[in-house]
């Protein structure tokens, strides 16, 4: 053990400091609950059907562009602004703020990515209990009423939202805190307790915990009092509520009625618990909600400590009691109340009124952007370790990768490459020839990302803490000074990421000549950034350290994105705005998917992990992270073979594809489980290549209309009750549906094909299944259950290479698999793969591919770009086809050429042989 | 040697060197043993026969056959392979899907022929390295084989010498126990008289003792009547009796007439030859009248304080064999705290010393003397032969654990039995005692750890004694104990050459020996025997 301490050095430090006094798993201890967090508990206590807010209808004014009124509560008097928008595209944004705010409140900045276009709102009818606006389309209508305030979405004759309808719209207004250390039972109580909501009687401040609070030994100063808001909504005719992201819990939210609210609030947990509402490391304040009719989403744009509790007036029944309620005639309509409580801030809600999930994803992206583009090989495979131990080591692994014949792009190094936990360092005995090792890499066309963490190992001679102190740059604590804590390197700063000075000189740090022995192929991986904070409370900063004029209490949330945002900044300047950059991050708010990629964090080697890989992706997905992935493996403990295989073979169909494995753990590359597994690992590893062109289409999409990558089943089939709650299969894109193999020593899985009357063929067997039903699936441990939708045309690259910028140039195979009335559609993407001349100079090819009338055809879809590929029409596979007598190719130079073909009768797949036709030009294969 | 093997490669280089010239006549990719499959203007049937396609399509960039096999110079196949000739090294065989994929493979640069990839050609130069570096290594294997017979024969001698050392101790063993058993008759012949002599004394001794404690009973005897007779009347009167208040029988506090008379066995007064028997029944409680002088207590009450004590320990239930245990903790010395808690008290030998300072018993007499360090002297003899025995017993474990030992084959490998090879990095001094265990020292103090004590020879089944398995090493923290594998591979020394933890708490050890050299290949078998570097 001596050895051991002396060898481990700091890493034992944080060992001891961290976990020695806890189990091996997560201490739920070390995290509060609502009811130690002192603004839910004194939220939570307030019952419904009691509002002191009352609107002052005198006070409203309509502008151009809003509406603007006065609420006042009734109990102190304290008056509130409400202010209404209709956006452009179908949302309304609410926002209510203290009317004269002691000092202004924190509104938060750098997530819309502008301010949010407005369309006039009309005036229809007013009287003294309110008043009736219109929304202009679709006949839709907002409601204000008077006494209690209240908002009702109206389209038609149907509710589609209401607000504060349960009154529980809270707003605890800033004060001056009185001599409450003299007498906090007494002269204070009468101040205190008139705040919007009453607190039960005999409660004290200090009960209440509003001006000091202390969990565990850390206790937060709150010189600003109380400052938490709340609203409820009621969703009429919901039962489905998604998104809110991260939790590592099912698709569908739960009801919270009885346990904890879902918490958001970006946190360092260790070794995460399944199937709870416990905060993780992001947070994305957007719900879904979703019926046979409608969906829609609301975004709550506030970055403090928040809180959502979900309940439903059909969640407790069983089906009985809802049959018995229908028969009865009893039966109220479902319904899902949601509310929302932070502990600072504002309200800001925008209510995105869909009414499809395209309309909503559509929505959300134009308040706060999509998806990053990412280079075409970020898509592809990862490999990664904590830690890969030396140059040696790296080459080693990269050796190992050709002799077993396993493609791969990225290796990664964690903390351990850097020079004592010093980042944007390397360790110089480990690590003496970084250039040489990324130039080995080159000559193999992949890359490397190295760790970057925000926490700043406090050392003078360490010349990036040394400017950030001198730049001031760091956050501070209560008192002025610089903000420290613990973390990996020991003693840590953390820079005020939130200050655009401070983010502009992070991303000077990713410039060639500043980050020593960096190259054009290595991009960066930003973990920690909740931020973690070893010996802070809950493990992450104290509330009350200060960025600037705010605290950290204000913006907690917001922190991880800007650590992210600097960075993808960075890469994107050393490259002198020329390259996509790629950069990974742990934690994240709402607007995250517009600089990279995001993973569920430090997940455990388990099948129950495995399986929750789908919802918690899924989640994000669905507001707007589509850049998602698990560490495949699990990354605490070792992973039997089986499960190993398994989480390969789920991963190569999840968006972000990365292998990781912690410290302690035993060796894992793929090939150190025997010939057999080599092979099966191998072969997931080649089905993500060959899709690649698919993939990269996708999150074209993604990035071009913010439509997610990776998708509930529901996205698509809206009106199908059954695939509501469905999170052990999903879709990519609209035409592969996904039923990876996630229990231990399956022998078959049973998934569902949606869509009446369509079909859906097995990718791997051209097998032709009818949609609408469940379908039994037996499995052996190489079976990855894909399914290809009838209907859809999918560009695949047959050619596997070493890494994905291998095969660059290589042609393209078509899988065209028909619809029952013989027809289908697809895409064709391709651009250079890693610059932004796509965007910024249209250089790409975007063509679409349809099947119709027993003729093939590809035309081009975005008559502005240009751009050459020598890639070429290797092969088409056509599915659910019948047996022509020829087949014509005809070229724009009106050429004709006879091809030919192979015809599968068992399977009814016609193979078209060479086409042999460029991939960017104009061109049909008719049938006859 | 050398000399004769130089030409002899580079004679082979020029013939394939020269062939360059002819390889243009068979399909790109395709090796000069398979091209007679690939006849010009001939349908091509697939190597597995699975079907037969116009020779056109053969390489024209568009996969046929389910083996690869129209396609051995593209990419066109996910599973064919593509044969670089590499003039001036070996040939080789590639995965096709790295034909054109801008990385060159071959050193003929033949496999990147339309990726725009500038390959140079470095056969000749790889070959010249490959020539040097198989010269170096077939020297090396050469004298290593070399050492390695010398190694075996050595270990053939050690054998031979620890069996022939063994049968010596077999012999020399029985000796001692016959030995060994004639000394215990010995030590039986004399312990028997010294015990006899011994208990001979004892109760003369005891005998002894009785007499001087009656003696010293009667002094007190008169020296009670005297004082006791106060008037000097040669009688012990009732009165005279009734002031000695403690010998009161039901201890009420007074001393009655007629209990006093009880005392003196119903007379009024006793005279010096009446008192004998009197005073037996009060002596115990009898104290003398001259406060100034209390009688030295007498062994009675003391014997009953050492009774005391001993039920009270009893009744503590303290293990009842106290006194051996205090001799295992001398036994034990590190631990420390048992042997506190075991101590027992000092005051439980007090009496005993006093006695003995009173009354100690005298030296034997030389008679018993004599047949005590006789006997001393048949029990130290004896002793000395068993420790001789268990000597011999324990060389000759350690010869058969010795023998016992997987050495390989031949027992190449047995010279490096109870040696150690020492490895310095720039923190760590590794240390492997081959057949005993690995270890790692900082070099900048700390205590050494154990990283694996031995296993078993751990090689692939066609080279079990390629690889060494240390385990049970110390445990790690949170993780698996720590082990070690050791890679041995050929040298003329016998050195560490690296170590690394490639998995946390799994080392990895590189050993060069010559005990794993094996017979030098023929040339023809050096240039073609390895089909990869």
Not at chain 2, 238 to 264: K, R, W, Y
Request: charged share 25%.
């Amino acid at each position: 053990m001596a050895a051991f301490i002396v060898r481990m050095g700091p890493l034992l430090v944080l060992w001891l400091a961290v976990f020695l006094s806890g189990t091996w798993a997560v201490d739920r201890g070390n995290f509060k609950t609502c009811d130690q967090s002192a603004f839910c508990k004194r939220q939570r206590a307030l019952k419904p059907g009691q509002s002191p807010y009352r609107a002052l209808l005198e006070t409203l004014e309509l502008t151009n562009t809003k509406l603007t009124l006065q609420l006042i509560n009734d109990n102190n008097k304290v008056r509130l602004l409400l202010e209404l928008y209709r956006l452009q595209g179908n949302m309304t944004r609410v926002k209510i703020n203290e009317l004269k705010p002691l000092k202004p409140r924190f509104e938060v900045p750098d997530v819309l990515i502008n301010d949010p276009p407005t369309e006039p709102l009309s005036l229809l009818s007013q009287d003294e209990n309110g008043v009736v606006l219109s929304l202009g389309a679709d006949s839709q209508w907002l409601i204000v009423s008077a006494k209690p305030f209240r908002l009702d979405i109206m389209e038609g004759r149907e509710v589609l939202l209401s607000l504060n309808s349960r009154g529980l719209l809270a707003f605890e207004h800033l004060r001056i805190r009185k001599d409450t250390q003299v007498d906090p039972e007494g002269a204070e109580k009468k101040e205190e307790t008139d705040a919007a909501n009453e607190p039960a009687e005999g409660e004290t401040a200090k009960e209440d915990g509003m001006w000091e609070e202390t969990f565990k030994s850390h206790t937060d100063n709150k010189p600003n009092g109380p400052s938490s808001i709340s609203l409820d909504f009621s969703l009429p005719g919901v039962e489905h509520v998604y998104g809110i992201p991260e939790h590592a819990d099912s698709l569908k939210l739960k009801t919270t009625d009885g346990g904890d609210p879902y918490r958001l609030f970006n946190l360092d947990v260790f070794q995460y618990e399944l199937f709870n509402p416990m905060a993780l490391y992001g947070a994305i304040p957007v719900m879904l909600s979703h019926s046979a009719q409608r969906t829609m989403g609301i975004f709550w744009l506030n970055a403090a400590e928040t809180w959502v509790d979900i309940s439903s007036n059909t969640a407790g029944k069983t089906v009985f009691g809802q049959m018995l309620d229908y028969v009865q005639g009893s039966s109220e309509t479902p319904q899902t109340d949601v509310r929302w409580i932070s502990e600072s801030g504002i309200i800001d809600v925008f209510i995105m009124l869909g009414p499809t999930p395209t309309d909503v994803f559509s929505q959300y992206s134009s308040l706060t952007g999509t998806q990053a583009f990412p280079p075409l090989s970020a898509l592809a495979y990862h490999q990664c370790r904590w830690n890969y131990n030396d140059q040696e080591d790296v080459a080693a692994v990269d050796q190992g990768f050709d002799e077993h014949d396993i493609p791969y792009d990225f290796i990664w190094l964690d903390i351990e490459h850097t020079d004592g936990k010093r980042y944007f360092t390397w360790d110089p005995h480990k690590f003496p020839q970084p250039k040489d090792m990324l130039q080995g890499l080159v000559d193999k066309r992949r890359k490397m990302v190295t760790i970057v963490d925000p926490h700043i190992k406090v050392d003078s001679s360490y010349k990036i803490h040394n400017e950030i102190r001198s730049k001031g740059f760091y956050v501070k604590n209560k008192d002025g000074g610089d903000y420290e804590g613990w973390c990996w390197p020991g003693n840590s700063g953390y820079p005020d990421f939130t200050n655009p000075e401070m983010r502009a000189w992070w991303a000077s740090m990713f410039a060639y000549d500043q980050y020593e022995g960096s190259m054009e192929n290595m991009y960066t991986w930003n973990d920690m950034n909740e931020p973690s904070v070893f010996n802070g409370p809950e493990v992450t900063m104290h509330k009350d350290a200060l960025h600037g004029n705010w605290e950290n209490r204000d913006l907690h949330n917001l922190y991880g994105l800007y650590v992210q945002m600097a960075t993808a900044e960075g890469l994107i300047e050393r490259s002198g705005g020329v390259e996509r950059p790629f950069v990974l991050t742990r934690a994240f708010f709402a607007g995250s998917q517009r600089y990279g990629a995001v993973w569920t964090g430090d997940n455990t080697a388990e099948w129950e992990h495995l399986k929750i890989s789908i919802p918690m992706c899924l989640s994000l997905g669905l507001v707007g992270v589509s850049f998602c992935g698990a560490d495949v493996g699990g990354f605490f403990k070792s992973p039997s073979t089986e499960l190993l295989v398994r989480w390969y073979q789920t991963g190569a169909y999840q968006p972000f594809f990365r292998a990781h494995a912690h410290l302690d753990t035993p060796r894992r590359e793929p090939w150190l489980f025997g010939p057999e597994n080599t092979a099966l690992i191998r072969e997931a590893v080649r089905q993500r290549y060959a899709l690649l062109p698919y993939w990269y289409q996708l999150f074209y999409h993604a990035h071009h209309s913010g439509q997610p990558v990776m998708r509930p089943l529901w996205v698509e089939y809206p009106q199908d009750t059954a695939t509501f709650s469905m999170d052990d299969q999903f879709l990519l894109g609209r035409d592969l549906l996904v039923h990876p193999v996630t229990e231990e020593g399956g022998r078959g899985v049973t998934a569902y094909l949606p869509g009446k009357g369509e079909v859906w063929f097995d990718v791997h067997t051209f097998q032709k299944h009818n949609g609408a039903q469940n379908l039994y699936i037996p499995v052996t441990i190489s079976s990855i259950p894909v399914f290809q939708r009838g209907g859809s045309i999918i560009p695949r690259k047959a050619r596997v290479r070493r890494s994905s910028s291998c095969m660059e140039h290589d042609p393209y195979t078509l899988f065209v698999a028909l619809s029952p009335k013989r027809f289908a559609q697809g895409e064709l993407y391709i651009d250079d793969g890693h610059t932004f001349n796509f965007d910024k100079q249209k250089q790409f090819i975007h063509r679409r591919l349809s099947f119709a009338n027993k003729a093939l055809s590809s035309r081009n879809l975005a008559p502005g770009s240009q751009f050459i590929t020598p890639s070429w029409i290797e092969k088409i596979v056509i599915l659910g086809a019948s047996k022509p007598s020829k087949a014509t190719l005809k070229t724009p130079d009106g050429k004709e050429n006879l091809l030919e073909f192979e015809f599968d009768a068992s399977m009814s797949v016609l193979t078209l042989r060479k086409p042999g036709v460029n991939a960017g030009v104009d061109w049909t294969v008719v049938l006859q | 040697m050398s000399c004769a093997l130089l030409l002899l490669l580079t004679s082979l280089a020029l013939v394939m060197g020269t062939g360059t010239a002819v390889e243009i006549q068979r399909p790109r990719g395709v090796p000069q043993s398979k091209r007679q499959f690939y006849e010009e203007n001939k349908p091509f049937t697939c190597l597995d026969g699975s079907s037969t396609i116009p020779f056109d399509q053969v390489n024209d960039d568009y996969c046929d056959c389910r083996d690869g096999s129209d396609e051995p110079g593209t990419a066109a196949c996910p599973n064919g392979s593509f044969h670089c000739t590499n003039a001036g090294f070996r040939p080789a065989f590639i995965p096709s899907s790295r034909i054109n994929d801008g990385i060159c493979d071959c050193c003929d640069t033949t496999d990147e022929y339309n990726s725009g990839a500038t390959c140079q050609n470095t056969c000749r130069e790889m070959g010249r390295k490959e020539r040097e570096s198989l010269q170096i290594m077939a020297e090396i294997t050469k004298e290593g084989f070399l050492l390695k017979q010398q190694l075996i024969h050595e270990a053939k001698r050690g054998q031979e010498d620890k069996q022939g050392k063994l049968t010596e101790l077999q012999g020399s063993k029985k000796g001692l126990e016959g030995k060994m058993e004639a000394l215990r008759t010995v030590k039986k012949t004399a312990e028997d008289p010294e015990k006899e002599a011994k208990e001979r004394h004892l109760k003369s001794w005891e005998e002894q003792k009785e007499l001087i404690r009656m003696e010293k009973d009667k002094t007190r005897m008169a020296e009670a009547f005297l004082e006791l007779d106060d008037d000097a009347d040669g009688y012990v009167s009732v009165a005279e009796l009734q002031s000695h208040l403690e010998l009161d029988p039901d201890s009420d506090g007074s001393l009655t007439e007629t209990e006093t008379q009880g005392l003196l066995g119903g007379a009024g007064k006793v005279d010096t030859s009446t008192f004998e028997t009197v005073w037996s029944g009060i002596k115990d409680k009898y104290l003398s009248e001259g406060l100034s002088d209390p009688p030295a207590p007498v062994e009675t009450p003391k014997e009953e304080e050492s009774r005391d004590f001993v039920s009270d320990h009893d009744s503590d239930h303290y293990p009842e064999d106290y006194a051996g245990e205090e001799e295992d903790v001398e036994d034990d010395e590190e631990d420390d705290d048992h042997e506190e808690e075991e101590k027992v008290p000092p005051t439980v030998q007090t009496p005993e010393k006093r006695e003995d300072d009173e009354l100690s018993m005298p030296p034997y007499d030389t008679e018993t003397q004599i047949l005590i360090d006789a006997a001393q002297k048949a029990r130290d003899d004896f002793d000395e032969a068993e420790r001789a025995l268990r000597e011999v017993d324990g060389q000759m474990k350690n010869l058969e654990k010795e023998i016992g030992f997987d050495f390989g084959p031949s027992a190449e490998f047995a010279y490096l039995y109870s040696q150690c090879y020492e490895l310095s990095t720039s923190e760590y001094i590794y240390r492997l005692c081959p057949f005993n265990r690995v270890s790692q020292k900082p070099k900048f103090g700390g205590s050494e750890t154990n990283l694996g004590l031995w296993g078993q020879w751990a090689g692939p089944e066609e080279n079990l004694y390629s690889v060494m398995k240390y385990d049970h090493g110390q445990g790690c923290w949170q993780g698996p104990n720590r082990s070690t594998t050791v890679k041995l591979t050929c040298g003329k020394e016998t050195v560490v050459t690296s170590t690394s933890e490639p998995s946390r708490c799994e080392y990895l050890m590189e050993f060069t020996t010559p005990a794993v050299c094996q017979e030098p290949a023929s040339l023809d078998e050096v240039l073609h025997g390895h089909t990869e570097l």
